[in-house]
C-alpha cells in the first residue's frame, strides 16, 4: 500500500503513520517530494485493513497494490483451474455447453429441453426450480418438485445438472438434487448464501452481479472459497448500463481478465446478457473467440408459452446451428468439446 | 399495454393475439397504421403477464402503461403515508433524522455515538450488528451481541433502534431487538428476505440498490407490501456510475419521482453516497432541499479506530452544523423535526 | 507519481526506470517491499508524461498523485473565484439566477421569456440560437437572427446575455454579441471549440459533458485556461447513468466536489437533468442546499408550442414559487441573490 | 407513435390532441381503457416531432415505434451496404483488416507501422495527425505535416489511409489527402464537423461516442447522409461503465443490434475499448465471432516511445498472431479477407 500525504501534512503527522504501521506489524518507508509526502508500507495489506489509514489526519489518499482475494488469485495459483461436475470438466483446454430452460415447469418440457440441449452439444443441463423475479406477481419456479424433475432428466439423459439457490436456508435441501448450485446475478453478495454454498460440497457456478466490478465478483468467489470450496466456475452475464438496445451490455472483456486475475475458469451467458433470440448465436461466438471457458444458453421447446425469459430461449432450428459454431469454433482454437457421461436410464424409455 | 406488431405481420397473427388476450380476460382493440398495426389492450397487467407476448410470431414490441407495483403505487393511495417507529413519525409534514454508527462496536462507542446523534436531533438510532462486507477479510458485525448493546442504549437514550438484517433466517431474531429493520443496498433483491421481512411485524427501511432502477426498487417494496407490511421507508443511498470521485453518485432526484410515484415516505443516506465526511452536510442540506423525509448518517466518537466506513462518520464538531441545518431548513420548508420518546433508563446514570 | 513494480520485475528493470525518470529532469526513490518494489516519482507531473512509464519492461502501474490541471486548480489558489459577466458576479458569496427560453424562437416570445426570468429573481437571461439536435430533422435555432434578438432584449430589459456556441467557426460571431458564451454537454471535449472560446475574449459557462468525469471537465476547463482566460464558470446538468427515470442523473455531489479541487464557481441546470417541470423546483432547492453558486432554469411562456424541451419549461405560476425559493434559501445559507443592471431600453415602451 | 394519456384527463383533452394530429396531416385513433386511454397515431413521425405532445394537458406519456433515422435504417434498405475506400472494401461478405499508429510522429515510426500493419494483413492503413486529448499539455499531433507523412507512406505500401479530423474548419484540408475521414468518440455529436463531412466526399468511418445509445450513433451517421454521404461505416469502440478494469466496456452486441437496425457496415476497435496489449487479440477474435465487417487495431514499431496510447499497441511478435486469427476465422465465418491495392511505389526503395 502507499500512502499519499496532503500538501499541508506536518512531521507529526508522518511520525504518527510511521509508528501506527509498525505497531500493526509492517514497515514504512517515507518519501519526501516537492509538494507531497508519500508513504510505502511493507506488509500484508490485511494488517493494514483495520487501520482506517485515510482517516487519520494528514493523509490524502491511500493506495492499494496488491489484490484484496488471495485464494482465487491468479498470484500464488499458476495454473489454470479445471473444476470436475459430476465427471464434466470445466476450464482447462475444454470448451463446456451448458443448456437448459430458464425454469423447470413440468417434466415434459425439462425433458424436452434437456434432449436439445444435448442435441447442441451440452454436457450439463442447466434449469431452475428457484427463480430470483422482479415482481412479487410473476412465477417463482416450482421449488422442490422441480428440483426432482430435474434429478429425473438427469436419470434419462446423463446429464449432470446445475440449478440456482436464491437462499442460505435452502442450500442443503437444492445441494441433495444439484450436481453444481448456481449463484445468480442478484445474490453475488448475499454472503450469507455465499457461505452456504461453500459449505454444501458441490461445484458452484458465480453469476457476475449486473453492476459487479470484475474485482467483487472475485470477492464474492473468495467468500465461497474462503469455506475451503475452490471448484468455483465465473460466469459473465451482462452488466447494467445506459444502453437500453439489449438486456444488459455483456462485457465480454470480463473474460480475459478474469482469467488473467483468476485461475477459475470464466463462461458466458449470452441469453441474459443480450435478452434476445438473434442474438443468442454472434454472443456465443464472440465468447468462444475472446477464449471463454463455456457457454450456458437458455433453450425451450416452446418459448412462446415459457413462464420465463421466453423470448431468448432458443429454439429448434438454433440448436444445430449453435452445435456447429460450438463445434467447428472450439476445434480451430485448440479446445475439446467436454462430452456428458451416459444417461443410468434411457430417455427413449420414456418414449420422447 | 400496447403490442406493436411487425410490420410484416399477417392478419393471422393479429387475430391470433387478439384472441388469446379475450382467452386471459382482457380486452383488445386493433388500430391499422399505414406501415404498422398496434393493438391496446385493456384489462389488469397481471392477466398479460403470463402470456409472454413479445414471443408471439409479428409482434414487434409491447410496451406496458401501468406501474407494475400496486399496493406502494400512488395511484390508488392519494395521501403521503407516515410510518410510525415506536412513536416516531417518518414521513407527512415531518423531517426524521436518523443517527448512529455504521457498526455497533462495544457499548461504550454505541452509547456515545447516540448521544452524538442524539445532540444533532436525532430521534431514532441507527447501528449495525450484521455488516454485508465486500471482503471476507473485514469485520462482519457482532450478531446477537450487537443486537443487545444497541438494546441496552435505547434503554438509556430513549432512541428506537433501526438494525440491518442480511439473512432471511436472522429475521425472528433480529426483529425481537429492533424497532425498525434495515435491508441493505446489496440485498434489495434478496427476496427471501424480503419476504420475511415483510412477516416479521416491524417496519422495514428499504435501502436502494446501487445499480437498481426506480421501478426495480419500488417491486421489491412490493414484495414487502404483498405480505400485508406497508410500513415501509424508502431510501435513496447513491446509484453506481461511471464517476469515481464520490463514492457513489446520489440520485438527489429519486426523492421528488419516488414521491410521485409512491405513498411511501423516501429518505437519503448523504454518508454512504458521498463516502466522505466533509460531503455530509451539503448533500444533507440538499436532501432536505429536494423534499426529503428524513436524512439517516453515519456519526462516531473516534471515526479514526471504527472498524466500518470510518471516512465518511461525522465527529464532534459536525454536529451542530448538522443540527443547525436540519432545524433551520426543516423550518424553512414547513416540516417538523421529529423527536426521540424519553427514555426508559437515563444515559447520565451511566456515567457518560 | 508512484511506480508499482512487477512481482517479477528485476534490478536492471528498477534501475533503467530510475535513469529515464533523471534523464528527465525528475528524482526517484525505490521502495523494495517483500512482493514489489515501489518507485516515488518527485517533479512536475508533465515532465514524465511523454515517457510512457506504463508501457516499460517491468512496470506494473503507474499511480498519480498531483492534480493534472494547474490552472483550474484549487491547490495555487486559495481563494474561490467570482466571474464578472457584464456587472454580474457569479461565486462567491452571490447566488445567481439564470434563466430563459431553451431556444430562441420569436422576438415576442424572447422578450415575454426574459420578463419571466426576471420575476423570478434572475440577474442573467439564457437562450440558444445555435442549438445542437440529436436528430437532423429537429430545429437547429435561429443562428445569428436569434442572436440580434437576444442582444435587443438585452437593451430592453437590461439582462445580459448567456449563449450557447456550437462550433469553432461561429465563436468570433457569437462573441460580437453575447455577454457569455456557453460550451454545452456534447461539447465539453471539443478541444478547437474550447481553445476558441479561450481565445475570445468573454466568460465562458462550461457544461460537464454528460459522461465526462470530473477530472475530464476540469480538464477541459483547463483547455479554455491555457488560451488565457480565467472567467470560467462550470455548469453540472446531470449525467448519463442506467436509471431512465429522469432525463440524466443530476450528480448534485459533483458540486462540493469540484469546489473543492477547483477555484471556479459552479452552478446547477435542473432543467436538463431532470427533464420535467416538476423536478425543476425540488432539483433547485436541493442545489441551494448543497451550495451551488448558481441556477441555470428554461421558462416559457408558452411550452406547449416551445421549438425545444418545452416539457421541462417553468411556466407562469412556477416563477413565483422559484422565486421565493431561491431568496429564502439564498438568505439561510448566507449568500446575497446577485442582480441584473438596468435596463439601457425600458421594456414596457414594446408594449409588454 | 401512440399517445398514453393520465388517468385524469378529460375527453376535452382527448379531442385536443385530436385535432392538433388531423391539423399536422396525421390520423388519430382512440382507445378507452379502464383507466387510461391511449390514442394511436398514424403518419410519419416527423409530422409529430413539432408538436411537443408530451407537454399537453392531460398527456402521461408519448411512445415513438419507427426509428427516427431513416436514411441509414434497414427498414427501406434491405441488402447490406458495403463501402469503398479507394478501392478496399468494407462489408458485405468481406473482413476487413485496418491498422496503423494511434498518432503520425515521423515518415520512418508511421511506414514501419504500415509495413507491420501489412504484414497483419491489414488493406488499410489508421494513423492520426490530429488527436484530440483529454489533457491540453498532451501530443496534439502533427497537423497537416502528419497527413503528407501517411500520403507519402500510402504511395509506399499501396495502403488507403483513415485518418481523423477533429475540427468542421479543417475537414477539406484533411479530405484532400485522406481516403477515409475518421470522427472520433468525442465528437459523435459534432454536429458541424458531421455536416462537414457529410459534404466531403470522401467515406467516413463514425465511432460511437462513449457513451452514445446505439440510436443516438444511428441519428449521428443519419446527419452525414442527409447531406448525400451513404458512405459511412460504424464503429465500436467500447462505452463508458462502472467498470474501470479496462480502459472502455467493448459492447460487443453492438455489432449485430447495429447491423440488424442499419445497413451500415460496422467494425470493432479493440485497441481502444481495451487499453491494453494482451486483449486486442481476444477481443479481435470476439469481434470477428460476434460477426463485424472488419477490425481496426493500433500498431507501433516501439510503443515504449509513443507520443500516445502505447500500452494498447500491438508490437513485432503479436503481428503473425493476429494475422492468422483474422485469416482462419475469416475463412471459417464464410467472409473474405480484403486486401490493398499495389503500391504506386514500392516501399523496398526507401530501403526498409
Known amino acids: 500500500m502507499v500512502i499519499v500525504m496532503a500538501p499541508d501534512a506536518t512531521p507529526a503527522h508522518i511520525e504518527h503513520l510511521v509508528d501506527l ?3 500493526a506489524g509492517g514497515e514504512a518507508y517515507v518519501t519526501r517530494g516537492v509538494s507531497r509526502t508519500i508513504i510505502g508500507l511493507v506488509g500484508d495489506v490485511r494488517q493494514f485493513e483495520t487501520l482506517d489509514l485515510r482517516a487519520m489526519p494528514g493523509v490524502s489518499d491511500v493506495l492499494r497494490i496488491s489484490a484484496p482475494y488471495k485464494l482465487v488469485s491468479r498470484e500464488n495459483h499458476d495454473s489454470r483451474s479445471v473444476v470436475n461436475v459430476r465427471g464434466v470438466p470445466i476450464g482447462g483446454e475444454h470448451m463446456t455447453l451448458i443448456a437448459g430452460p430458464c425454469a423447470v415447469e413440468t417434466p415434459d418440457q425439462t425433458l ?3 434432449l436439445m440441449a444435448k442435441a447442441a452439444g451440452a454436457a450439463l443441463l442447466r434449469g431452475g426450480a428457484y427463480k430470483p423475479r422482479t415482481s412479487p406477481y410473476a412465477f417463482q419456479g416450482l421449488g422442490e418438485a422441480g428440483l426432482k424433475i430435474l434429478a429425473d432428466v438427469r436419470d434419462q439423459t446423463g446429464l449432470p445438472i446445475v440449478t440456482e439457490v436464491v437462499d442460505a436456508g435452502d442450500v442443503e435441501l437444492v445441494a441433495s438434487y444439484a450436481d453444481m448450485l448456481q449463484i445468480g446475478t442478484r445474490n453475488m453478495q448475499n454472503f450469507a448464501l455465499l457461505q452456504a454454498a461453500g459449505d454444501a460440497g458441490k461445484p ?15 470477492m464474492a468467489a473468495e467468500y465461497i472459497a474462503q469455506r475451503g470450496n475452490l471448484d468455483i466456475v465465473l460466469c459473465e452475464r451482462g452488466i447494467r448500463t445506459f444502453e437500453k438496445a439489449t438486456r444488459n451490455t455483456l462485457d465480454i472483456a470480463a473474460v480475459p481478465v478474469a482469467q488473467n486475475l483468476s485461475h477459475l475458469p470464466v463462461i458466458v451467458d449470452p441469453s441474459h446478457s443480450g435478452g434476445k433470440r438473434d442474438l443468442v448465436l454472434p454472443l456465443s461466438r464472440a465468447a468462444i ?3 471463454a471457458d463455456g457457454v450456458i444458453v437458455d433453450v425451450h421447446p416452446t418459448p412462446e408459452t415459457a413462464l420465463c425469459d421466453g423470448p431468448q430461449a432458443l429454439v429448434g432450428d438454433d440448436i444445430q446451428e449453435l452445435a456447429d459454431a460450438v463445434s467447428s469454433m472450439s476445434k480451430l482454437l485448440g479446445r475439446t468439446l467436454a462430452t456428458a457421461p451416459e444417461p443410468e436410464r ?3 424409455t420414456v418414449g420422447v
Open 289 to 291: 473467440g475472446v477464449g
Open 346 to 348: 434411457a430417455a427413449q
Open 204 to 218: 458452484v457456478l458465480l453469476k457476475r452481479g449486473m453492476s459487479a466490478t470484475i474485482e467483487e465478483w472475485l
Open 21 to 23: 504501521v509498525t505497531a
Open 112 to 114: 424436452e429441453a434437456a
